[in-house]
């Protein structure tokens, strides 16, 4: 069984990140290991205030540990991370990669046009770092424009424009490009996924309801999916179908999260 170590915050409420990839991960039969570099009370998307508790200096400690009793991964999936824990980070994917490992970067910093409250205007080039090198990179199209310096379009983006976005990205480092978020008809909402000769596509129905921590469910069963043999493009369609399953069954009331725990069964059906 193959070992992926997720490397993001601990949101306590919120089902998004680390709360969110350990019981994905787990679900597609991948062993899930977790390292969250800062602990929050509740994510920052919605709530009024939140707590935060930088864990950045436990990350080298943890790493001497593992290194010292050999602990090693077969993959590594980023999130939600911050300034500080880039350099551990880039650290603990040279001395705890077995050979091979697959490096998985969810530059989960922004949306809708904006950086997520608490990153200043030039993390953008510092989570860049962790784009270099990588095998697959997930950014939303917000995401996308920021990491090669222009300003997002909150839609109307036309293929030749996405395609010159997805090259720009694959000239940051990043292997494969899968990018969240496309769109041509207003009926329709999908990825873009490239591994640098060819760009294909992968759409479903566009559902109106917002959900967060849908970004954070997909990557979690793509990193998954990948670890498992699925193709990039294989794992992009199963995580956006996921995500629609886990839309579908979220209650109307349900604002701070998606209720991703419903589509489980869906999930582990489809891997099956």
């Not at 970004?215 to 990948?226: I, L, N, Q, R």
């Amino acid at each position: 069984m193959k070992r992926l170590l997720t490397i993001q915050d601990i949101s306590c409420v919120g089902q998004c990140s680390t709360t969110v990839a350990l019981p994905l991960v787990s679900a597609c039969g991948v062993e899930c290991a977790v390292l969250p570099p800062a602990i929050l009370s509740n994510h920052t998307g919605g709530f009024k205030s939140w707590t935060f508790a930088d864990l950045t200096g436990e990350l080298p400690k943890v790493e001497a540990k593992w290194v010292e009793h050999g602990i090693r991964f077969d993959a590594f999936y980023t999130g939600y991370v911050c300034e500080s824990h880039i350099d551990p980070i880039l650290s603990i994917f040279k001395t705890c990669a077995e050979k091979g490992a697959v490096r998985v970067v969810d530059p989960a910093m922004a949306d809708n046009g904006v950086l997520y409250a608490g990153f200043a205007p030039d993390f953008p080039s510092k989570m860049a770092r962790l784009v270099n090198g990588a095998d697959y990179i997930l950014p939303n199209l917000t995401e996308a424009a920021l990491l090669v310096g222009e300003k997002p379009k909150l839609s109307g983006y036309t293929k030749g424009e996405l395609e010159s976005l997805i090259a720009k990205l694959h000239a940051l480092g990043a292997k494969n490009v899968v990018l969240t978020g496309v769109s041509f008809s207003p009926d329709e909402l999908g990825s873009a996924v490239s591994d640098g000769s060819t760009v294909q596509y992968d759409f479903n129905p566009k559902l109106e309801k917002m959900s967060h921590g849908t970004g954070d469910v997909y990557a979690s069963v793509f990193a998954g999916a990948v670890l498992r043999g699925k193709t990039a493009l294989e794992a992009a369609a199963l995580a956006a179908d996921v995500v629609c399953e886990a839309i579908k069954a979220t209650d109307d009331d349900h604002w701070y999260g998606v209720s991703f725990e419903r589509a489980i069964p869906f999930l582990v059906e489809r891997l099956a």
